[in-house]
């Protein structure tokens, strides 16, 4: 059983496939989605996958004062520079040691393997919870609805993570610069009245602060634009109405294969893909359990610290800013930025 759950946020940097498969519809290549509600979501499995890999690849080997190289890894100046003393001290208690790292990654996601034990880390799929459509004015919104809110605050719940009061349906912020006149603001083809709520506005900022946090140790503030934007144009729209957006709305390109003798379309390779847009926002919760393996490694309890806590701490402190997840890395798609929220 899972003894601690944290937050981390999916914010995707450009449109992101994490494929169904194959589909009769319309689309040849649609996107995972709920069962029941339609709304997009990322499978738990897929996302571990993606973290995985992102883990492993993320260390840089060191090279001797003699230019050979060594059994030791150092982390990437951005998670250095992004937690400071804390990945120093835990590279400091592991000596950069690259078989501890790597016994760190099959301990908490699991030997690869997968014969001798499980893993301590665990995800919940990732669930959507702001979804960016193009508005007459103010160029996109964030829209959101009361499900996808609640379904969010209880989630937070089981971290210890508490949010302000939830706002209803057909309300936004203050400060909106999405506003056409008389509270109205044109969506797509569509016209939504919303009116202020003092709850959005308090949701909204709570959101910005906590998705576009100040960097530290940065002297220009470069989330400044994207916190102060979310601050003012999330709009929490009717159930039916984000359903209807976040099953219609999203990106869907079709895609060729040219031959390379005659310069034109192969026949039969022309097809279509549906993308999340780039500044969708998911969410999903990492899980810890105490270690399964009889040898605990790195992970050893010290002190008041548990198994479970240092597997957290592992993750929070390994996870990069940037990791790529879904489908077609190579053309640039699925780059999502990541923002662990500390309970």
């Given amino acids: 059983m899972f003894q601690k759950a944290n937050v981390f946020f999916l914010i995707c940097e450009t449109s992101l496939h994490a494929g169904s498969g194959a589909d ?39 090279k001797s004062a003699t230019g050979d190289e060594k059994n030791i890894y150092r982390p990437p100046e951005c998670l250095i520079k992004r937690y400071g003393k804390e990945w120093e001290n835990l590279w400091g208690e592991w000596k950069g040691n690259l078989l501890k790292y790597h016994q760190a990654i099959n301990l908490s996601f699991g030997p690869e393997d997968g014969k001798l034990h499980a893993g301590a880390l665990g995800f919940t799929d990732a669930r959507i919870l702001l979804f960016p459509v193009k ?11 009361p499900k996808a809110l609640e379904q969010f605050r209880q989630d937070l719940s089981l971290a210890g993570i508490s949010i302000p009061v939830l706002p209803g349906e057909k309300t936004r912020t203050s400060a909106s610069s999405l506003v056409i006149r008389d509270d109205k603001i044109v969506l797509e083809e569509y016209t939504i009245e919303a009116e202020k709520s003092d709850k959005c506005t308090n949701l909204a900022k709570w959101l910005g602060d906590s998705l576009f946090p ?130």
């Avoid at 400044?224 to 390109?253: C, G, N, Q």
């Fill in 24 to 62: 009769l519809g319309i689309v040849d290549l649609p996107i995972q989605r709920e069962r029941h509600t339609g709304y997009p979501k990322i499978e738990g499995s897929g996302l571990k996958g993606s973290i995985r890999e992102a883990f492993e690849s993320a260390l840089i080997k060191d």
């Fill in 135 to 145: 508005s007459m004015k103010g160029v996109f919104a964030w829209v959101t609805c």
């Fill in 214 to 343: 100040v960097p530290k140790g940065e002297e220009q503030d470069t989330l400044s634009y994207w916190r102060d934007k979310m601050k003012k144009d999330v709009i929490v729209l009717s159930d039916d109405e984000f359903r209807d957006f976040v099953e219609m709305s999203t990106e869907v390109i079709t895609r060729t294969k040219i031959d390379n003798q005659t310069g034109t379309v192969q026949g039969g390779a022309l097809f279509s893909e549906e993308y999340l847009p780039t500044e969708t926002v998911l969410y999903s919760l990492v899980l810890t359990t105490p270690v399964f393996a009889e040898d605990k490694g790195v992970f050893a309890a010290q002190g008041e610290q548990k198994e479970e806590d240092r597997v957290m701490e592992f993750f929070r402190l390994g996870l990069p800013e940037v990791i790529q997840v879904g489908a077609n890395a190579t053309i640039g798609k699925g780059l999502t930025r990541t923002v662990f929220m500390k309970g």
